[in-house]
């Protein structure tokens, strides 16, 4: 059987499977649930083209490091054919470990990293595949001797956030997102062990970390995709508060699991098998399905979430770069109990509050660094024309419902 497969892309055009055994974990029941969690949780909500799934995400990070790998060979990087496997399936299963409606639910439904669920999926393949996939989880860990490739994987201009960006900002409609993801590729170095673009690339570089600055604002933390989401977390969580009471919930038999379990990191590997089977089951159409069986339950609060999502009556959004005072919010909780015929304890549960954190560029982390003609390297934040801003941006969050008829 011919295992060489071409993808055709919406966005880089033929994607080619070049290693069998990628062909064979993308053929993976892990790696197929893909298709059914989409990239962009609820933001469709607002950018209704933001359809596309972390199975697209994945095949187009895979294309890019295929892209970097030969670039780097072309010049003089020694990358051998083991590494270059390892590395693509490093890539390819990066996401493996996301659960429904992606970085949503993250800290939900299962109170674990993607990126650990990510190994555990990658450590059971690799004993189903009786040891293939040694190279790539050493490289995932950062544990291979040749750093950059980890770098490719994991970074500040890894192939993950090249591929997010340039595929997000074209399935949303934001054009601000667009980078040249095909010119920082060709722009790829190595020296000393370390990923870096060599000084031509600069320019490349910085409208790629302005895209992902706008991108966040304008897209992953738009005000409407927050309500939404906050409202889908409070969904589970109440969901999870009744099953502890002793409610029997009608959902599938993965996410009936997540509900009435709770996973510190000692259980997550005693368990490992029954947790991966279990979370392995679960997609965005499980909680989908969820949502409707909630919307008639007798419980008021879950009942009124779950209708409200289902038909996009979401909560009103107020945005502070200062957190909200005392007194504003009990003068929200005054006019909520004026219009809505509810209680004082039903209307703390109809207050969502929190904050959201963005930087386009963290130089405590380790940065992206400009190889110059003369050999000399500086990370970013030392190139004086660039006038790169590493702050971090805090915005505290205030949801409440503009109406309760479904209550």
């Known amino acids: 059987m011919n295992k060489k497969k071409i993808f055709n892309d919406p966005v880089y055009g033929f994607i080619t499977i070049p290693y069998d055994i990628l062909f064979d974990l993308i053929e993976h029941p892990y790696f197929q649930r893909l298709r059914r969690i989409k990239q962009l949780g609820l933001t469709d909500y607002v950018y209704p083209g933001a359809l596309h799934t972390r199975f697209h995400h994945a095949l187009g990070a895979l294309h890019l490091v295929t892209q970097a790998v030969e670039t780097l060979r072309v010049k003089g990087v020694e990358i051998t054919e083991e590494e270059a496997i390892g590395v693509s399936i490093a890539i390819l299963l990066h996401d493996v470990g996301h659960g429904p409606f992606s970085h949503v639910l993250e800290h939900t439904l299962v109170e674990v990293h993607h990126e650990e669920l990510s190994i555990l999926f990658m450590e059971a393949l690799n004993k189903e595949m009786k040891g293939a996939l040694e190279v790539a989880l050493s490289i995932f860990k950062n544990e291979y001797p040749k750093r950059f490739l980890y770098q490719l994987i994991s970074g500040q201009l890894d192939m993950d956030r090249l591929d997010y960006?340039?595929?997000?900002?074209?399935?949303?409609?934001?054009?601000?997102?667009?980078?040249?993801?095909?010119?920082?590729?060709?722009?790829?170095?190595?020296?000393?062990?370390?990923?870096?673009?060599?000084?031509?690339?600069?320019?490349?570089?910085?409208?790629?970390?302005?895209?992902?600055?706008?991108?966040?604002?304008?897209?992953?933390?738009?005000?409407?995709?927050?309500?939404?989401?906050?409202?889908?977390?409070r969904v589970l969580q109440r969901a999870k508060e009744l099953t502890k009471k002793g409610w029997s919930l009608e959902v599938s038999s993965g996410l009936q699991y997540?509900?009435?379990?709770?996973?510190?990191?000692?259980?997550?590997?005693?368990?490992?098998?029954?947790?991966?089977?279990?979370?392995?089951?679960?997609?965005?159409?499980?909680?989908?399905?969820?949502?409707?069986?909630?919307?008639?339950?007798?419980?008021?609060?879950?009942?009124?979430?779950?209708?409200?999502?289902?038909?996009?009556?979401?909560?009103?959004?107020?945005?502070?770069?200062?957190?909200?005072?005392?007194?504003?919010?009990?003068?929200?909780?005054?006019?909520?109990?004026?219009?809505?015929?509810?209680?004082?304890?039903?209307?703390?549960?109809?207050?969502?509050?929190?904050?959201?954190?963005?930087?386009a560029y963290n130089t405590s982390k380790e940065e992206i660094k400009i190889l110059f003609k003369s050999g000399e390297i500086l990370p970013m934040s030392e190139i004086s024309d660039f006038g790169i801003k590493a702050e971090l941006i805090t915005k505290h969050y205030l949801c409440y419902p503009k109406n309760i008829s479904y209550f």
């Open 165 to 233: 960006l340039t595929r997000d900002s074209f399935f949303t409609g934001v054009y601000e997102g667009v980078v040249g993801y095909d010119r920082i590729l060709k722009m790829l170095a190595v020296k000393d062990d370390e990923l870096v673009v060599e000084e031509k690339g600069i320019y490349s570089i910085e409208k790629f970390l302005v895209a992902r600055r706008l991108m966040y604002w304008q897209v992953y933390l738009h005000k409407t995709v927050v309500s939404a989401e906050q409202m889908l977390v």
């Open 258 to 359: 997540c509900l009435s379990n709770s996973f510190t990191k000692d259980a997550k590997r005693k368990n490992t098998s029954e947790l991966l089977n279990n979370f392995a089951s679960l997609d965005d159409y499980d909680i989908f399905a969820a949502l409707k069986t909630f919307s008639a339950l007798d419980d008021p609060f879950l009942s009124f979430l779950s209708k409200s999502l289902i038909n996009r009556k979401l909560f009103r959004i107020e945005l502070s770069s200062e957190p909200f005072g005392r007194d504003y919010l009990e003068s929200l909780r005054q006019r909520l109990l004026e219009q809505f015929p509810i209680s004082k304890t039903q209307v703390d549960n109809l207050i969502i509050s929190g904050t959201e954190t963005n930087s």
